[in-house]
């Protein structure tokens, strides 16, 4: 089951907003064959792993191991369980269930019913912390959110506007940590700042620094602020701004605009529920300062990326304040990178 976690991650994030799933068939205590689910829309893991095995004849006598049940729908590929059916092979692992309400335990009463011998349940909390992104959409109707900041030694996290000469962002990180950004917006599928940040930063939210795709870019602009000239209404990525009723931005003809409803407060739930149905299981919020802490006063967030930097400010718009159960740290150059969690979410991070 840790080959197949490993050879799960061969396929994130290609496969997201599926669950990036791996497995192996075994025969005799040797591995015949490997897969994981292939790029959005592709096949999954096990039809992977069962094309993969050179001698056929042999699946009659092994075992397939996969991180999560087996599909019994027919999506946008055919049910893997008619596949390890038609293939003959005896016995199924299993890591943990797949809650889409569309399988959700059917996968493995179709093995069963067949005669198969089933086992559920191996590395599970290694499993459901590799597939966060897709169990928190699936079990919550939400996509799994990580407030991402960095901060000087002395607590700041941007200068205050009105010491700022001209409008580009002010580096606190070094260009590794900068470059692990990049890298989690291409594993993310949506990213989220306020008007403040685009118009003093200049942003583009785009994944220019590492190889993958950029994610959707969510603005929130409640009185339409944001010159239509700014960068983060390029056509590098899609786009969503969220305004306040009456705005209208026909200028901004390819871009999608949604109407705030509710107050301010509300706003990380409507933002949650328009991207679940856009089938996105992951944010990112960068900030600025106000809206990072409108989520986490929400509670609609579900882990934290701080990058420490050593530089100081002196003066400036103050870190937000948070209660969350620190996870782990790790160094990039001389800067450190902490984790954060929810301390109401049980996944391992
Ligand atoms: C599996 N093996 O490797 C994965 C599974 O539209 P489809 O056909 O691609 O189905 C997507 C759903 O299949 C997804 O929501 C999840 O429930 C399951 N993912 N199942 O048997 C896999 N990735
Ligand atoms: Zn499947």
Redesign the pocket.
């Known amino acids: 089951m840790k080959r197949c976690i490993q050879l799960g991650r061969m396929g994130f994030p290609a496969?997201s907003p599926?669950?990036a799933?791996g497995c192996i068939i075994e025969c005799d205590g040797q591995v015949i064959g490997e897969g994981y689910?292939q790029a959005f829309?592709g096949p999954?893991?096990?039809v992977m792993a069962l094309s993969s095995v050179k001698n056929q004849d042999v699946l009659s006598k092994a075992t397939i191991y996969?991180s999560?049940e087996?599909?019994s729908h027919y999506?946008?590929?055919p049910p893997?369980v008619n596949r390890i059916l038609e293939s003959g092979i005896p016995r199924v692992v299993v890591g943990i269930l797949?809650p889409?309400p569309?399988?959700a335990g059917q996968g493995i009463h179709r093995l069963l019913e067949a005669g198969r011998q089933v086992h559920v349940g191996v590395l599970e909390e290694e499993i459901r912390s590799e597939l966060r992104f897709f169990l928190t959409a699936q079990e919550q109707k939400r996509p799994y959110t990580v407030l991402k900041w960095a901060q000087s030694a002395d607590g700041f996290i941007a200068p205050l506007a009105s010491t700022r000469t001209e409008k580009t962002p002010v580096w606190l990180t070094n260009r590794a940590a900068r470059q692990r950004v990049h890298q989690y917006r291409t594993e993310i599928q949506s990213i989220l700042i306020g008007w403040k940040t685009a118009e003093e930063d200049q942003a583009q939210l785009t994944a220019r620094d590492w190889a993958g795709p950029s994610p959707r870019r969510i603005l929130i602009d409640p009185q339409g602020k944001t010159s239509p000239h700014s960068p983060i209404f390029d056509q590098s990525a899609p786009t969503t701004l969220f305004v306040n009723q009456g705005m209208t931005y026909a200028a901004l003809a390819p871009i999608e605009v949604e109407q705030i409803r509710g107050s301010v407060n509300e706003l990380p739930k409507q933002v949650a529920g328009y991207l679940h149905r856009k089938q996105c299981n992951s944010l990112l919020v960068e900030g600025g300062a106000f809206t990072l802490s409108t989520y986490l006063h929400s509670g609609q967030w579900d882990e934290i990326r701080l990058f420490r930097s050593p530089v100081e400010l002196g003066d400036g718009v103050a870190a937000p304040q948070f209660k969350a159960d620190f996870i782990r740290q790790e160094a990039i150059g001389n800067n450190q990178l902490e984790f954060y969690k929810n301390t109401q979410n049980s996944f391992l991070i």
Do not use: S
Request: charge should be negative; hydrophobic fraction near 30%.
């Open positions: 496969a599926n669950p799933v689910t829309g999954h893991a096990e996969v999560l087996p599909c999506g946008k590929t893997c797949d889409n569309q399988v």
